[in-house]
């Protein structure tokens, strides 16, 4: 089959497509036929070498695909057939004509969404729903603030959210995503964080109380900013280090809040977690998905051949939704 490798740590063109040998299912996993494959951050850090897989886990990037059935390992529980559609959440691998993975973490397509555009879906719903609901606890009528709005993950969390009766806070860096974010996502408050500072912003549109639950992508340098922007028994879960592992905490804001700081990563977590977070996705998310509540919002999709371009794209920052390769 085809696949990228990452000939060394780099930028795109340190990418590769190479005719490698096919995956063979384990027990309990299932063999993938991919027809898309969804780019994540987590892909361009990999790239950049900063975020190696897993033990175990492919060194070929990728963390989402849809696709079809091709074949079941020994021990499959879950009631699969051949040619099924399907989405799947992977620990990497995904940049590939096939790929095997853990049957808990793979789920039939919602209705109403096509194949191709499926595979925007199973990292970023995993990722918001565990995060806002299942980790914040997030309830009707409270106030969360989303960084990177127009991002895949910022896309699902303004859906999502607005979806359960959140009022919707977010930031992005132009006045175009800005735009875009309340007129075609919903966000209630949008900040352009290029031309004003977001914590007072959100406090002044936001009756002079911060956020009940904030979603950030961007880590240290956000992190005193974030603790400021925080109600009392606020709640800040940090997803992405985009600006940096380290920064200082004034503990004392924070106890005088009653807040919570909570930090998670997805990749790393064993299958069980992944499939108690994906039957919830199935439960919760799909739903929505068919009835229209929510709909995936995809950038731009490339040829398999040209996943540089994809990269550099991604890259970019100029892409509202999804990046998808195409297999």
């Known amino acids: 089959m085809k696949a990228v490798y990452i000939s060394e740590p780099g930028g ?3 990418l590769e497509v190479r005719d490698v040998p096919s995956p063979v299912p384990g027990p309990g996993e299932v063999l993938i036929d991919v027809v898309a494959a969804g780019l994540n951050r987590a892909d361009v850090q990999q790239r950049r070498g900063f ?21 079941f390992g020994p021990e499959v529980s879950k009631a699969f057939s051949i040619g099924d559609k399907v989405v799947a959440l992977l620990s990497g691998g995904g940049y590939a004509q096939q790929v095997a993975v853990p049957a808990e973490q793979v789920l039939r397509l919602p209705d109403g969404v096509d194949l ?17 609901f299942m980790t914040a606890q997030l309830q009707p009528g409270e106030t969360v603030l989303i960084h990177g709005a ?8 303004i859906q999502l959210a607005k979806a359960y009766g959140a009022k919707v806070a ?19 408050i949008a900040i352009n964080y290029a031309e004003e ?23 240290a ?17 940090v997803i992405g280090l985009q600006g940096g592992v380290k920064g200082e905490l004034n503990l004392g804001q924070l106890l005088s809040k009653r807040a919570a700081i909570i930090a998670t990563a997805l990749r790393p977590r064993p299958v069980a977690e992944k499939g108690v977070i994906m039957n919830a996705v199935r439960e919760s998310v799909w739903p929505m998905l068919a009835d229209g509540r929510i709909k995936p919002l995809v950038a731009k999709s ?26």
Do not use: C, W
Request: glycine share 12%.
């Open 170 to 188: 977010v930031t992005a860096g132009t006045a175009e995503k800005v735009g875009t974010a309340k007129a075609f996502l919903g966000a209630d």
């Open 12 to 14: 795109p063109e340190v």
């Open 221 to 237: 340098k956000y992190l005193q900013q974030n603790v400021d922007a925080l109600a009392d028994y606020g709640r800040l879960v």
């Open 51 to 71: 975020y190696p897989p897993p033990p175990g886990a492919s060194d070929i990037p990728g963390l989402e695909v849809s696709g079809r059935i091709a074949a």
């Open 150 to 157: 127009t991002g895949g993950i910022g896309t699902m969390a």
């Open 302 to 327: 490339f040829p398999l051949e040209q996943v540089r371009e994809a990269h550099e794209y991604f890259d970019s920052g100029e892409h509202m939704g999804k990046v998808l390769l195409l297999l």
């Open 116 to 132: 191709v555009t499926a595979a925007a879906l199973p990292e970023v719903a995993a990722t918001v729903y565990s995060n806002l």
């Open 197 to 219: 500072d977001f914590v007072a912003s959100l406090k002044t549109q936001n009756g002079g109380k911060g956020a009940d639950v904030i979603l950030d992508v961007v880590g």
